[in-house]
């Protein structure tokens, strides 16, 4: 069983991209065609289930060959209950079964026995006596930190046993991460004892490339940050959303990587998902195309990584 | 459509209680004939989620006329994947049919548009266009606050927009709760600065009752706070874990409600639900009658809140 880090950073490497495309089915931004089955069918929720899978598997398909991994954002889904959170977990199978890794955005924290049902949930197997039910459907998590330690140990137990991986929120790309992660205790902002912490959870799961098991959520939108975040987590994958719809671009990000070009995973989400409904694609591709649009950001954002990483 | 604050007091009021019971489906813990059941199953997953669906029913009708509300752990029913999601939901329905509310212990949290998503799926209503594709499920969630105003901004929305609650995060019960939550910033421990903005965001929510939809979760481990944070957060309902299995007591959450013994609901999970594992329960009450033990396990507890409390 391989270490997280090592099987990320391997994808990282073979297809010269550390881009993650992160799958957020939006009901009013679905392609056309698929949205037109909704309104058609006798079933809509349902349908609209049916339509999550089919956009995601049209995504995956389309940014397959230059994303390291997906990142399904299991608020959308779980939108349509227990049918959403089927498709939740076919979309996991599908992107595994092409070759991609899967981070699930789940942001997930709790307690004592209740976290370990989480951990087991994503990460882990799922036991009635000896009798397995089932396994976690993904490679990594996001998880909160508010909780402390308590939160977090079960995930990271899980990543040692199942060479998975998590991504613990430490400084995130919102505006008003500012209420509470900014706010000074004994002479550095919240986000920094969170950083700390990272480092110290993931001093004993790093992996023959160098990189943890725990990793941590930072904010492209901060470029600013990020020399600093990798000062205080040296052996941190980083995972940094805010590249496209919130306005950082692949120049901010490159204070998170190393001098091989590793240690950042960067996380686009509508930027690339929904290129159809921007120019230049939005005139040049017809709806039923929908996929050509998606491919074609991809492709776009990976080059520039490409060149900005030297990869 | 009532205000969350006034209908859940109202239950306290006219049932005499402020409890609030836990449903925690352990795989490990259930009654000895339904996990025979799954045991004896062809799929053991679906009969896992069937399980969990008849302990969740069996628990409910037998702390209904003692208890204010129930309070479903996701974590659990997640760790069955979309079945288990399945039995959460037609939980949260018995529940309700049964005249209790929901408090979906969730603790979700994200941002924008992606927390919205949440906000819909638990308290909202989760539309295609200008189809109705389902309802959420829950009359309150537990809401984590690491991500600022952003990540409680749709909930609050969805709280005033129909009738709900949340609870956000303030204190917890378990021991590391302090890596964090205990940090001091400007003088105060970040749970205060926590507390405070509860406070502003819950100002302009406050039903007849004089409480509002925005409420706290306190842990009751930590008896001397509790008077402090009724200070800081005078309109917040306070969610109590921690009596029971975590040690505190009726006494000490005492100071959490006001003269009128309301402004607290005190959440018990495992001392009631698993009561037919102890003594005196396990010697008393054979293992086909494990529902006695649940209720005679609320019943004690309801009964000494009472005397507390004065109800």
Redesign the interface.
Known sequence: MEHFADRILEAVRAKRTPLVVGL?P???QLPKPL?ER??ASSD??SA?AQAFEDFSKGVIEAIADCAAAVKP?S??F??????G??A??KTCDFARSRGLLVIGDV?????????E??A??YLGE????K?R??SG?CDAITV????????IKPFIKNCRGHGKGIFV?VK??????????D????GAP?FE??AR?VDAWGAEGVGASGYSDVGAVVGATWPGLLTRMRELMPKALFLLPGVGAQGATAEDVAGAFDSNGLGGLVAVSRHVIFAYEREPFKSQIPAQRWTEAVARAAREITDNLRKVLGL
Chains 1, 2 share one sequence.
């Open positions: 957020d939006r009901l009013d949205f909704i309104s809509p929720l609209s954002q608020a959308f779980e939108m349509l209950g227990a049918r959170v089927e939740f977990e942001k997930r924290g709790d307690i004592g026995t209740t976290c049902a989480y087991d949930a799922v036991l009635a006596g009798t039910l089932r459907v909160n930190p508010y909780l402390g330690y308590d939160g929120l995130t790309s919102n505006p008003s991460s500012a209420d509470f992660q706010l000074k205790a004994a919240l004892h969170v912490a």
